[in-house]
C-alpha cells in the first residue's frame, strides 16, 4: 500500500498500470498523472534503468508542462523496459504488443520519447489509432525536422530580453547540445541577429568570441562528426561550455548539467532551459541571487509538445508555429511579470501558474482526479 501510493498526491497519479506479457518479453508501466484538463499525453521511453517513481516524475512534468501551455491535456509517460538499440523486428514487436496492452487506457495518447521514433508511432497507430508524433506521410508533424521546441526557445529567448538590459542584434549565445533542440534554437536566433560564440556536443565544445559559422556547423553534424571538428576556434573539453563568456546560455542536452559545484563558472546573463532539468534547485536559486534571469524548461521547450498536440487535431505547419510563437511568448511575461512583482524564482511563478490551471481543471469535475 504504501509503496504503490508514496509518491500520490492530491493531483495524481490517477493510474499505475504495469504491463507484462511474457511471450514477448514486454514489461512496462504506464503513468497517467493528471487528466483533468483532458487525455494525458507523453512520450514513450525505452530505457532499461527508469523506476515507477522517476516515470511518475516525468508523467508529472508533462501534466505542468502542458497546462503551462494552455493545452487541453493531462500528463502521462510510459517506459519500456528493454535496450532502445535492440533489432528493429523485435522493437516493433515490444511496441505493437504495448500499443495493445493499452488499448482501452484512452487516457493516453502514445508519443515518442528518448529510444522511440516516428515510426515506432506508425506502428502505434496501425494497431490502435490513438498516438501523436507520427511520420510526416501519416499526417505527422515532424516536430524535430521543423524545429519546434528551438522555435519556441527563440521567442522565450526575444520575450525574456524584455526583462534584461540588453537586445538580441550583436548578443552572444552559447548552446550547449547541438542537436534537434539546440541547432535549431542556434538557426533562430542568429537569424535574428544573436551571435553563436559557442557550442558544444557530447563530444567536446568550440569557442570563437567573433562568431561561429552556423552552416558549417550543421554540416559537420551532417556527416556524422562533433562540433569539436570545426576549424577556425579554439576547440575545448565537452564541459568547457560552461564556462563560455556570453549574453544568453541554452542549455539543450542532459538533466543537471550545471549544478551547485559549477554554477558560479557561469558567465552569462540569460538563461533560457531547452532541455529538460538541466539546472538543479540550487544552481536555479544561485543564478536568481546572482541576478542572471533564468526561464524554467517546462516553459521555455513547450513548443515540441505543442506541435504533438496540434497535429492530433489536424492542424497545418504554419498553425503550429504561430501558435508556439504566441503562447511561450505569453507565457515567458506572465511568468518573469509574476517573479519580479512577487520576487520569486521564475520556476516557482510557472510552477504556480501550472498548478493553477490544473486545479481549476480539477474544481469542475465531479472527482477530482478522473
Ligand atoms: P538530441 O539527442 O537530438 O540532442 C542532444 C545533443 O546534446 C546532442 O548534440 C548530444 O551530442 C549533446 N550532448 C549530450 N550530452 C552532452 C553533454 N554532456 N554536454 C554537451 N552536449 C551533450 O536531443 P534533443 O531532442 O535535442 O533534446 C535535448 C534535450 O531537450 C533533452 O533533455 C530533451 O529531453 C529536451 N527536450 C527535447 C524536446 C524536443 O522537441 N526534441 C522538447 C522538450 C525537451
Not at 505527422?140 to 534584461?164: K, M, N, Q
Amino acid at each position: 500500500m504504501d509503496e504503490a501510493f508514496g509518491f500520490a498526491d492530491d493531483l495524481g497519479p490517477l493510474k499505475v498500470i504495469h504491463v507484462h506479457e511474457p511471450s514477448v518479453g514486454l514489461k512496462a508501466v504506464l503513468v497517467v498523472d493528471n487528466v483533468a484538463r483532458g487525455p494525458s499525453v507523453g512520450g514513450v521511453r525505452m530505457a532499461e534503468d527508469v523506476s515507477t517513481e522517476e516515470c511518475f516524475r516525468l508523467a508529472r512534468a508533462m501534466t505542468l508542462k502542458n497546462a503551462a501551455a494552455g493545452l487541453p491535456h493531462g500528463g502521462g509517460k510510459a517506459v519500456l523496459y528493454g535496450d532502445p538499440r535492440m533489432p528493429r523486428e523485435r522493437k516493433e514487436v515490444l511496441i505493437r504488443a504495448l500499443a495493445c496492452s493499452l488499448r482501452e487506457v484512452g487516457q493516453y495518447i502514445f508519443a515518442p520519447d528518448m529510444g522511440t521514433d516516428e515510426e515506432c508511432m506508425a506502428w502505434v497507430k496501425d494497431e490502435i489509432g490513438r498516438v501523436v508524433g507520427l511520420p510526416r506521410e501519416l499526417g505527422g508533424i515532424p516536430l524535430d525536422e521543423i524545429g519546434a521546441t528551438g522555435w519556441g526557445l527563440s521567442h522565450v529567448v526575444d520575450a525574456a530580453l524584455e526583462y534584461c538590459d540588453f537586445g538580441l542584434e550583436g548578443a552572444r549565445l552559447v548552446v550547449q547540445g547541438f542537436g534537434a533542440v539546440g541547432k535549431h534554437a542556434a538557426r533562430f536566433l542568429t537569424a535574428q541577429g544573436a551571435v553563436l560564440v559557442g557550442v558544444a556536443d557530447s563530444r567536446g565544445s568550440v569557442y570563437n568570441a567573433k562568431g561561429l559559422d552556423l552552416e558549417r556547423l550543421l554540416e559537420l553534424k551532417e556527416a556524422g562528426k562533433s562540433v569539436s571538428a570545426y576549424t577556425g576556434a579554439h576547440s575545448l573539453a565537452r564541459d568547457a561550455a560552461v564556462e563560455m563568456e556570453c549574453d544568453i546560455w541554452i542549455p539543450a542536452a542532459r538533466p543537471d548539467v550545471v549544478h551547485e559545484d559549477n554554477v558560479a563558472r557561469l558567465k552569462t546573463r540569460l538563461v533560457v532551459q531547452g532541455a529538460n532539468i538541466p539546472f538543479t534547485a540550487g544552481a536555479e536559486r544561485y543564478l536568481h541571487d546572482h541576478g542572471v534571469l533564468c526561464v524554467p524548461d517546462f516553459i521555455a521547450n513547450a513548443g515540441g509538445v505543442i506541435c504533438a498536440a496540434m497535429e492530433y487535431r489536424g492542424a497545418t505547419e504554419g498553425a503550429v508555429m504561430q501558435t508556439i510563437e504566441e503562447k511561450l511568448r505569453l507565457n515567458t511575461r506572465v511568468v518573469l511579470e509574476d517573479a519580479k512583482a512577487r520576487r520569486i524564482l521564475p520556476r516557482q511563478a510557472a510552477l504556480d501558474l501550472a498548478v493553477a490551471r490544473v486545479r481549476r481543471a480539477m474544481s469542475t469535475r465531479r472527482w477530482s482526479l478522473f
